[in-house]
Nanobody, 123 residues
């Protein structure tokens, strides 16, 4: 079993930056790919970014490419989502997740989820 706790969300002005953290406990996640999704009110949860277990491969939604980066510190069992040049349309609850198998880009590919952290970008 894996427990994931996101942190780092908040209110930021358009053009600003935030760094989200996802701390894992209960089981080492060193060998597991990780991902970030987000969900805005009234919308489906959507893929944001993902990273392979080694960190060699990264994946990003077109809407965040060039603005967001993903990284992980396996020694700390933590992964990060660095967000810059934030836009009001980035406003959502952000979730990290562990993928044991399945699609990188689909929620169905992820088996463990955190509770989410709210990101609000004001215009």
């Amino acid at each position: 079993q894996v427990q994931l706790v996101e942190s780092g969300g908040g209110l930021v002005q358009s053009g600003g930056s935030l760094r989200l953290s996802c701390a894992a406990s209960g089981r080492t996640f060193t060998n597991y790919p990780m991902g970030w999704f987000r969900q805005a009110p009234g919308k489906e949860r959507e893929f944001v970014a993902a990273m392979s277990w080694s960190g060699t491969y990264t994946y990003f939604a077109d809407s965040v490419k060039g603005r967001f980066t993903i990284s992980r510190d396996n020694a700390k069992n933590t992964n990060y989502l660095e967000m810059s040049s934030l836009k009001p349309e980035d406003t959502a609850t952000y979730y990290c997740a562990v993928r044991l198998g399945g699609s990188v880009y689909e929620t169905s590919g992820y088996q463990y989820w955190g509770q989410g952290t709210q990101v609000t970008v004001s215009s």
